[in-house]
């Protein structure tokens, strides 16, 4: 694999004039996402559930560096409507986004159905991203060097897509099971959007990133051993959520990631590191897999993208 010797967030170009949508910005590694960018002249739109918080955020990021471009919008990626609600405002408001970043999340909660009936996870990881990416493709096709960065976990490798209980409903529900198995649906999809995008000649690329492991809030919802294991045993053997951000980092901004390329920390397991270029489970780029997760998002989300012609294989 390809490593990126000692590539930090100083290396990050300057992006003034850029538009960065970054979902999940008020903690962990949205929040260090939204620094780094900002840091570097970037206009940031935090798209976060709790405006109050985002609000907070803002004025935090704003005393730390004076001058910075920053916006809250809210989000819920659980809530379709909210989504739409959420692309129709940007769309009032902004003639171009140059970059995506799908990097909220939800790990190992009880069993919980979203707005539209969906298993959280489910929803929240990979439909509301699904949602927001084919929504909002039309501004991104419109910005400079547009970009979508949809952050998996390592956890994808253990992921398997049952499309028959894709909710939860007719096997036993194991909460970091299904934590899993979004993250493997998070890694399908960039691959597949990957596909589609080239073969419309879309100037948009759709590139991957995985934290390792990091130490943030993700499993302050979760419940049992998965709490106790990543919420307090295993935190002194993380990276911080700033190193934790640069695979996504670098994704979004070095001059030299490639669309369809998956990102992730370079050191042993990939668990911390500089970004490396890394390889994906096979099952994340099973054609197969890739074409029959985009039907089945799409009718589940009803959000068809707008790309110049079909895509075929």
């Known amino acids: 694999m390809t490593r990126h010797q000692q590539w930090t967030a100083a290396h990050i170009p300057d992006q003034t004039d850029r538009v960065f949508v970054v979902t999940g910005a008020t903690s962990g590694l949205g929040l260090a996402t939204a620094r780094a960018v900002a840091s570097r002249g970037g206009h940031v739109i935090l798209a976060v559930r709790d405006e109050e918080k985002g609000r907070r955020t803002v004025a935090e990021l704003a005393a730390a560096q004076p001058g910075a471009s920053l916006e809250v919008r809210r989000l819920d990626l659980a809530d379709l409507s909210s989504v739409r609600a959420f692309a129709d405002g940007l769309r009032a408001d902004r003639t171009h986004v140059d970059v995506l970043v799908n990097n909220a999340g939800v790990m190992a909660p009880p069993r919980t159905l979203s707005a539209q009936g969906h298993e959280l996870q489910f929803a929240a990881n990979h439909l509301g991203h699904f949602a927001l990416t084919g929504l909002l493709l039309d501004l991104l096709a419109a910005g400079r060097d547009p970009r979508?960065?949809?952050?998996?976990?390592?956890?994808?490798?253990?992921?398997?897509?049952?499309?028959?209980?894709?909710?939860?409903?007719?096997?036993?529900?194991?909460p970091m099971g299904f934590y899993s198995h979004s993250k493997l649906a998070n890694a399908v999809f960039g691959h597949e959007l990957h596909r589609r995008l080239s073969e419309a000649g879309s100037p948009v690329r759709s590139l991957l990133a995985h934290p390792g492991y990091a130490a943030t809030a993700l499993a302050a919802g979760s419940v049992g051993l998965v709490k106790a294991m990543f919420g307090r045993l295993l935190v002194p053997l993380a990276q911080s959520p700033d190193q934790g951000a640069?695979?996504?980092?670098?994704?979004?901004?070095?001059?030299?990631?490639?669309?369809?390329?998956?990102?992730?920390?370079?050191?042993?397991?990939?668990?911390?590191?500089?970004?490396?270029?890394v390889r994906p489970a096979a099952r994340a780029t099973d054609a197969a897999t890739g074409r029959r997760l985009w039907e089945v998002s799409e009718r589940l989300t009803d959000v068809r993208f707008a790309l110049p012609g079909p895509a075929r294989r």
């Open 148 to 174: 979508v960065v949809t952050v998996s976990s390592l956890k994808h490798r253990q992921g398997r897509l049952d499309f028959d209980d894709l909710s939860g409903e007719r096997r036993a529900y194991h």
């Open 246 to 277: 640069l695979p996504q980092l670098y994704a979004a901004t070095a001059p030299e990631a490639r669309g369809g390329e998956f990102y992730g920390p370079s050191g042993p397991g990939e668990l911390r590191g500089a970004p490396s270029r």
